[in-house]
Each structure stands twice: as C-alpha cells, then as structure tokens.
C-alpha cells in the first residue's frame, strides 16, 4: 500500500506561484495514476488534476487549466503540481491522491495523503 505526503503549502499573494511536492513510500507510483484534488472550507472536494502512470497525459479541471501543471518523477516517486496565477479562490487544503485505475476517474482514487494548506490573498 502506498503512503503520501504533501509539502509546499503556505500563504502566498494573488497572482503568485507555488509548487506543491507528494512524496510517496511504501510502493513505486509507477504503478498507481495520480492526481490532485482540493478542499475549501464549506464546499465538496474538487478533483484539479490527474497524471497518467507514464506522465504522457493529464487532465486538469477547468478551473485551473492553463494555470496549474501536474507532473511526475517515477524515480523520485514524487508527485508536483506547479499552480500559477494564483487566486483567492484557489484556496483551499489540497490533497495528493493514487488510484490503481484511469487518471481521469476521480471517483476511482482511494489513497490519500494528509492534505497541506494554501491560501491565496487578495
């Protein structure tokens, strides 16, 4: 069973960048599509981004395309979102997530990591 921890969370200005790291253990996530998901406070959890297992294809929610990119290190087995023009309604608890099925089914991700926080102001 694989294990997953974000890092790179923090409190940064509209308009600003950030890079979020998912470290995974236990497991390769050569074998696992990942994706990144994200939760503000009073709202559903939104699915943002997925990668496929050799990183060739992605999708992204269109709240955030164009401006977030989600790639993938097997060899590290770590996971990045770089999220870019940052607005304030980006903030929210963001969650690096596994699934043993397709990158593009947010309903078939059943590994978590704790979340990391990122609140963008105004």
């Known amino acids: 069973q694989v294990q997953l921890v974000e890092s790179g969370g923090g409190l940064v200005q509209a308009g600003g960048s950030l890079r979020l790291s998912c470290a995974a253990s236990?497991?390769?996530?050569?074998?696992?599509?990942m994706g990144w998901f994200r939760q503000a406070p009073g709202k559903e959890r939104e699915f943002v981004a997925g990668i496929s297992r050799s990183g060739v294809s992605t999708y992204y929610a269109d709240s955030v395309k164009g401006r977030f990119t989600i790639s993938r290190d097997n060899a590290k087995n770590t996971v990045y979102l770089q999220m870019s023009s940052l607005k304030p309604e980006d903030t929210a608890v963001y969650f690096c997530?596994?699934?043993?099925?397709?990158?593009?089914?947010?309903?078939?991700?059943?590994?978590w990591g704790q979340g990391t926080q990122v609140t963008v102001s105004s």
């Open positions: 236990g497991r390769t996530i050569s074998t696992y599509a």
């Open positions: 997530a596994a699934s043993i099925s397709s990158y593009s089914n947010r309903r078939e991700y059943g590994y």
